[in-house]
């Protein structure tokens, strides 16, 4: 009668009688977290979300008490790593860490293994930027966007741009500038922004949509030439670079957005844990340093408006695939 299982049951009932809850001592459960966690970004490293993690992951592991580990799962546009993710086990060790291609890879491409909303637990809004830099390889002879839709126009078909994947944050914005100036330039799909990066600045491909904190440093060091930024206001980081819609295109506003999920059916109680030092993450001052330099916001959604955010984009993704005829 004195045996330990025996004691834990007589402790759970006192618990119970009490009010408190007893299914971890009557189970013997073990708190969150109590093996190393891995956070999947979908991408290679380098890559804006990687970049963003890796911030993140050294004060996650402090507050948790665990290894908080990135695990670059990248392919097809980010669906290999998501897929994965969608898979895992729903115990709070695997996370998704990704950007707005989440929601509009689906809307861009006939087939994806996982469904966006249904599939996963939303955490948090992490961040969001100013929108992605159109680029040129210097050599183009072209110094803004009326002078780049004037040169299309002049060589339809000639002109190239790259992109990451269909629905992505460089995929997206370029098709939007085609049917916007009306012009015909040639998409050449990559695997990684580091490739493009580097065809790009070698003459290989002629433009590109790159998130700020990648675009800045190439374009001080003069080997790419910045024409304009997709989001509504300019990035102090380049403020003399105009926004699409300041250099004639009204209707243009892309920004990216980055987020973060786990498996669905994940336990509240394991999610809200996760949700709660994440945010108090993202609110460290030094932190909100780093991101302002690389022209990243920090969020700090709740689970709730997560949600209602993410379908509000799924929706919004949705349209610009029919504007553009993406492929079904």
């Not at 009932?13 to 007893?22: E, R, S, T």
């Not at 998409?187 to 800045?216: C, P, R, S």
């Not at 709740?302 to 610009?320: D, G, H, M």
Request: aromatic share 6%.
């Amino acid at each position: 009668m004195n045996s330990p299982s025996t004691r834990r049951l007589v402790l759970a009932a006192v618990l119970c009688l009490a009010g408190l809850p007893a299914i971890s001592f009557a189970q013997g459960a073990k708190p969150f977290p109590d093996h190393p966690i891995r956070v999947v970004v979908p991408s290679p490293p380098g890559g804006p979300p990687d970049l963003i993690v890796r911030m993140l992951t050294p004060r996650l592991s402090a507050a948790l008490g665990q290894p908080v580990v990135p695990d670059n799962r990248a392919g097809a546009g980010g669906m290999v790593g998501t897929a994965y993710v969608a898979k895992a086990p729903p115990d709070g060790y695997t996370w998704l860490f990704t950007t707005a291609s989440h929601v509009s890879i689906p809307a861009f491409t006939p087939s994806v293994p996982y469904d966006a909303v249904k599939d996963f637990t939303h955490v948090t809004l992490a961040a969001q930027n100013f929108g992605q830099v159109l680029v040129v390889n210097p050599k183009l002879p072209v110094r803004t966007v009326q002078e780049l839709i004037a040169l299309a126009k002049a060589q339809p078909g000639k002109l190239t741009y790259a992109s990451a994947g269909l629905g992505t944050a460089s995929h997206i914005p370029a098709e939007l500038l085609k049917t916007q100036a009306g012009i015909d330039i040639l998409g050449v799909q990559y695997k990684g922004v580091a490739q493009v990066l580097t065809d790009l600045i070698g003459g290989h491909v002629d433009m590109f949509f790159v998130g700020t904190q990648l675009a800045l440093p190439l374009v001080q060091s003069g080997q790419l030439r910045a024409i304009a930024v997709t989001g509504s206001k300019r990035w102090k980081g380049m403020p003399d670079v105009p926004t699409m819609q300041q250099a004639g295109l009204k209707d243009f506003n892309v920004i990216n957005w980055f987020g973060l999920w786990l498996p669905a059916g994940t336990p509240k109680d394991i999610v809200l844990r996760i949700h709660d030092e994440t945010v108090k993450a993202l609110h460290d001052p030094e932190l909100r340093q780093q991101f302002d330099t690389l022209g990243l916001e920090p969020v700090g959604s709740s689970p709730e408006e997560f949600a209602k955010y993410v379908a509000r984009e799924a929706a919004v993704n949705l349209e610009i695939a029919k504007k553009i005829d993406a492929p079904k």
